[in-house]
């Protein structure tokens, strides 16, 4: 039992979306970014397994940018980030 997500679990998990709406990808959970698909390729792995792959374009501007926090939160990726509590402001004279 493989716990690799499959062709099959991927179209079941996007069959619930608008089907009219970008698809991409969140890449790196140390520095999260955003990335558009361009490609799905069928090869074989070292271990001669068919895989897909889901890929970004050569497009110099496939790296959209930061991944919403939201989004990396909900990947685990990072905690929910809570403003410090604020200090009293110090006024002059020290007091």
């Known amino acids: 039992m493989s716990s690799e997500m499959t062709v099959g679990d991927l179209i079941d998990l996007l069959s619930g979306c608008d089907r009219s709406v970008p698809v991409r990808q969140a890449m790196n959970p140390f520095f999260p970014m ?19 792959y889901l890929a970004e374009g050569p497009d110099p501007d496939a790296q959209i940018g930061h991944l919403p926090p939201e989004v990396a939160i909900a990947l685990t990726w990072q905690g929910p980030v809570q403003a410090p509590a604020r200090r009293p402001r110090r006024r002059a004279g020290g007091h």
Do not use: G
Request: no cysteine; charged share 25%.
């Open 34 to 52: 955003a990335h558009r698909l361009a490609q799905v390729l069928q090869s074989v792995d070292e271990a001669d397994r068919t895989v897909v």
